[in-house]
């Protein structure tokens, strides 16, 4: 079992930063692949960003278009988010996902857990 806990979300101007959080704990995170995905009010749930377990392999949505990087630090148990460039469409709930494959994915029915999410606002 993993338990998986995001953090650093809020509201944040069109243009800004933010940096979310995943910390996993209850099993060796270093072999778990790691994807962030989002999910908006009455929309899909869409990839976002995935990393495999070494961390030097990274996926990205188009849409990302170079504003995102994913990183994890195996030390910490920690997947990173780095945003920037916020736009209002990016607006939504972000959630972490663990992989027990270890290569990251960009299809969400290849992740076995996920975090309760941590919510994004981007507005002026």
């Known amino acids: 079992q993993v338990q998986l806990v995001e953090s650093g979300g809020g509201l944040v101007q069109p243009g800004g930063s933010l940096r979310l959080s995943c910390a996993a704990s209850?099993?060796?995170?270093?072999?778990?692949?790691m994807g962030w995905f989002r999910q908006d009010s009455g929309k899909e749930r869409e990839f976002v960003a995935a990393?495999?377990?070494?961390?030097?392999?990274?996926y990205y949505a188009d849409f990302v278009n170079g504003r995102f990087t994913i990183s994890r630090d195996n030390a910490k148990n920690t997947v990173y988010l780095q945003m920037r460039n916020l736009e209002s469409e990016d607006t939504a709930d972000y959630y972490c996902?663990?992989?027990?494959?270890?290569?990251?994915?960009?299809?969400?029915?290849?992740?076995?857990?996920w975090g309760q999410g941590t919510q994004v606002i981007v507005s002026s």
């Open positions: 996902a663990a992989d027990s494959v270890g290569q990251g994915s960009s299809d969400y029915r290849d992740y076995a857990y």
């Open positions: 990393i495999n377990r070494s961390g030097d392999l990274a």
């Open positions: 209850g099993r060796t995170f270093s072999r778990l692949g």
